[in-house]
């Protein structure tokens, strides 16, 4: 229904948002936020030369997955081992994720395993089977599905008593322990230079697509006294925000 409008540009939030408007239009431009590892999902050729109509910001890569899991081992007592949470069907650069999660684990000794759901019950059994382990840790991905379903994730950890990292603000807000995170404000700011350049008959291939340029670390001391953990003080000291 958008591609028969026949609009000038189209913008576009998310992978699947993408992945659907790709399928009906190669002409009209498309500008996209909130997308990991665009080059590895095909839409575009490169970051610095997209080709085609397909050009926007980049959300999270893998040195951030990385990054998430250094934050979730700071925490007193240790986490032992870690379950990536994320839903098959709305990631498809979970791989892309997973592989730097684990080069990341070899070496801090932490045990990490992927953890796909599909729905409410499946991450209600993965969550009870990880604490009934004991020591144990989610780092949730980025995605449609972990947004839509934070509500139950964030209630869930805090259910069985496991700390959680989480990719966006939001989740921290709402009782999430911790978040690494893209400033998803700045992202739509900088999205509308790029409307307005396209309006003003700019090429998307011609538009470079930007990686993330601000980051926001938010930690929850109120989920964190709940769990009974202690955050590494050097960790308070570098988050931008501490809900207390």
Not at 42 to 62: C, Q
Not at 113 to 123: G, H, K
Not at 141 to 166: E, G
Not at 216 to 226: D, G, P, Q, R, Y
């Amino acid at each position: 229904e958008l591609v028969a409008l026949g609009p000038e540009v189209l913008f576009a939030v998310g992978s699947p948002s993408v992945e659907a408007l790709r399928r009906q239009t190669s002409t009209i431009p498309i500008v996209f936020v909130q997308v990991a590892d665009p080059v590895g999902q095909g839409f575009i050729a490169s970051l610095a030369h997209p080709g085609g109509n397909i050009t926007g910001f980049t959300l999270y890569d893998a040195p951030m997955a990385s990054k998430w899991l250094g934050i979730l081992t700071q925490v007193t007592p240790p986490v032992a081992r870690v379950a990536v949470l994320y839903n098959p069907a709305t990631t498809p650069y979970a791989d892309v994720l997973l592989r730097a999660i684990e080069a990341a684990a070899s070496s801090i000794a932490v045990a990490v395993r992927a953890a796909p759901v599909n729905d409410d019950a499946e991450i209600e059994a993965m969550m009870a089977g990880l604490a009934r382990e004991g020591r144990g840790g989610v780092l949730v991905m980025p995605s449609a599905f972990t947004i839509v379903h934070r509500d139950t994730i964030v209630a869930l950890a805090a259910r069985h008593r496991l700390p959680a990292v989480y990719p966006y603000r939001f989740y921290t807000a709402a009782g999430g322990l911790m978040s690494y995170s893209v400033d998803l404000n700045d992202q739509f700011r900088r999205s509308a230079d790029y409307v307005d350049r396209i309006l003003k008959h700019a090429k998307p291939a011609d538009l470079p697509v930007q990686l993330a340029a601000k980051f926001e670390l938010t930690v929850n001391l109120k989920t964190a006294k709940a769990l009974g953990i202690t955050i590494a003080p050097s960790l308070l000291d570098n988050a931008d925000e501490v809900i207390e």
